[in-house]
């Protein structure tokens, strides 16, 4: 599995040592040094199933400094796209990616029920 990350964020180290506690292998991939591609982040939307707004870090410095709260209601797909596009902080973490089943943010039981198929 893919797992995209920023090492100093502790929602990504509870994360990594959960599925590392689950057996589970991974490719590791810091966000900061290595951004998805906008077409990276089509892929994982659309297999997602989720809202775009949902890829984005709402909490982060540099979103609130964009303003982007505001902003991106009047912006395409695309042009949304491209903007997670050009910079890491920009985009929610972690990304757990396993074939079809794409994961933002780390919500234990959201990530147990996907990754088992049973609800814990």
């Known amino acids: ?5 920023y090492p100093k964020c502790s929602t990504c180290i509870k994360a990594k040592k959960w599925l590392e506690e689950k057996g589970v292998q991974l490719e ?9 591609t906008a077409e990276q982040l089509k892929e994982w939307h659309r297999k997602s199933g ?6 984005f870090n709402t909490s ?3 979103y609130k400094e964009m303003k982007l709260k505001d902003r991106l209601p009047d912006m395409s ?6 903007l997670l ?4 902080m920009l985009v929610k973490r972690p990304i757990l990616v396993d074939g079809d089943t794409v994961l933002t943010g780390f919500r234990e039981k959201d990530w147990e029920e996907k ?3 049973k609800k814990s």
Do not use: C, H
């Open 1 to 5: 599995m893919l797992f995209v990350y």
């Open 28 to 36: 590791l991939r810091d966000i900061k040094g290595d951004n998805p």
């Open 50 to 55: 989720l809202p775009l707004k949902r890829f």
């Open 60 to 62: 982060g410095n540099l």
């Open 77 to 82: 797909e695309e042009e949304q796209l491209a």
């Open 85 to 88: 596009a050009t910079d890491g």
């Open 115 to 117: 990754l088992t198929g």
